[in-house]
């Protein structure tokens, strides 16, 4: 699926999304993948995010190797922002949550045990609390 502009002189693509075939295709089996490109002003896209036939995704990366790979070769930022002015628990503006389940309750409220990040408006700083 392209999406395109007219330069005055021809067509050229600002997005795409693409569909490839990964792997030799068998018997109901049609291993593929999608790639999601954008033009940054070039002649051509570049494919920006990918989701590979096992379910990875890759941002910045056409070949992710973890459910969720994000790279680029100059280093890159993160950034979650909440929008709202109204801040959760009066002072969390987002917390990210790493974390296994021992009981197979709900990973939000009932850490097994992992690690939370929470940054928090009052301060220029993020905390890393670990619950083992």
Do not use: K, W
Not at 9 to 36: H, K, Q
Not at 41 to 69: C, K
């Amino acid at each position: 699926m392209s999406f395109q502009g007219y330069d005055g002189d021809e067509y050229v693509s600002s997005a795409e999304i693409r569909a490839y075939i990964d792997a030799t295709p068998g018997n109901d089996s049609m291993p593929g993948r999608l790639a999601f490109m954008t033009n940054a002003g070039a002649a051509a896209v570049s494919t920006r995010m990918t989701i590979t036939d096992s379910g990875t995704v890759g941002i910045g990366t056409g070949n992710p190797t973890h459910q969720l790979t994000i790279g680029n070769v100059s280093g890159g930022t993160m950034t979650f922002m909440n929008t709202s002015t109204n801040l959760v628990n009066d002072y969390m503006l987002g917390r990210i949550n790493f974390c296994g389940l021992d009981d197979g309750s709900d990973p939000l409220t009932n850490f097994g045990y992992g690690a939370a990040i929470i940054g928090q408006a009052a301060q220029d700083c993020f905390y890393i609390y670990n619950y083992n």
